[in-house]
């Protein structure tokens, strides 16, 4: 599952909401019932770890997590953390920085420094230009030890052959830097 959230209280909907015609976020619990947050968030770490690893004892594991100490300074990470995420070999966050706000992504990221490998395992220009993405990339070198692009599933080649609206250009445009990027990489 891709980020996954905890209800605060009782809910009805197991999805968050749709972005561009998906749903990405979905709850874990629609009924507390009485635990608290991580005590419902260790229960499904636990039991997804337990899970895969009957089946697979080499490969890594990790939650996609929304770095929520983005939007509000102070938050801390819930599925990686000490009490929740032992079981998880690294740390994964997704990422979009807004324009002209790199540094407080900077800040943000620092909280999911928890003594584990740390990848930005999603992030795109999506409320910056390619330019603030690199500044984030960049900056982010000495907390992450990895980064990957959102993807769509749609190539570069693929894009090339139509006539794109605003969205595929973007799109092309960020795919064609992080090629590059990945090619010129010393990392």
């Given amino acids: 599952m891709n980020e ?6 009782k809910e ?6 749709e972005f561009a015609g998906m749903n990405f ?17 260790r229960k499904w770490i636990d039991t997804l770890v337990a899970a895969i690893r009957t089946q697979d004892k080499r490969h890594l594991i990790t939650v996609g997590e929304i770095p929520w100490a ?12 000490k009490e929740v995420g032992p079981g998880l070999d690294f740390v994964s ?3 979009y920085p807004k324009k002209g706000e790199v540094d407080k992504a900077f800040k943000a990221l620092a909280v999911y420094e928890l003594g584990k ?3 930005i395992e999603e992030m795109f220009p999506l409320e910056c230009g390619v330019e603030d993405l690199d500044a984030f990339i960049e900056g982010s070198r000495t907390m992450a030890d ?7 599933g749609k190539t570069i080649e693929e894009y090339a052959k139509e006539k794109l609206d605003i969205g595929g250009v973007m799109t092309k445009g960020w795919l064609e830097y992080f090629k590059r990027k990945s090619l010129n990489s010393k990392s």
């Fill in 4 to 9: 996954p959230i905890v209800p605060g209280g």
């Fill in 12 to 17: 009805t909907e197991w999805l968050a909401g």
């Fill in 25 to 41: 976020v979905q709850r874990i619990s629609l009924d507390p019932a009485g635990r608290t947050q991580e005590q419902i968030a």
């Fill in 70 to 81: 983005l939007s509000f300074p102070g938050a801390k990470p819930l599925f990686h953390s």
């Fill in 93 to 95: 966050v997704h990422f």
């Fill in 117 to 119: 490998p740390l990848v």
């Fill in 146 to 152: 990895g980064w990957i692009g959102f993807y769509w």
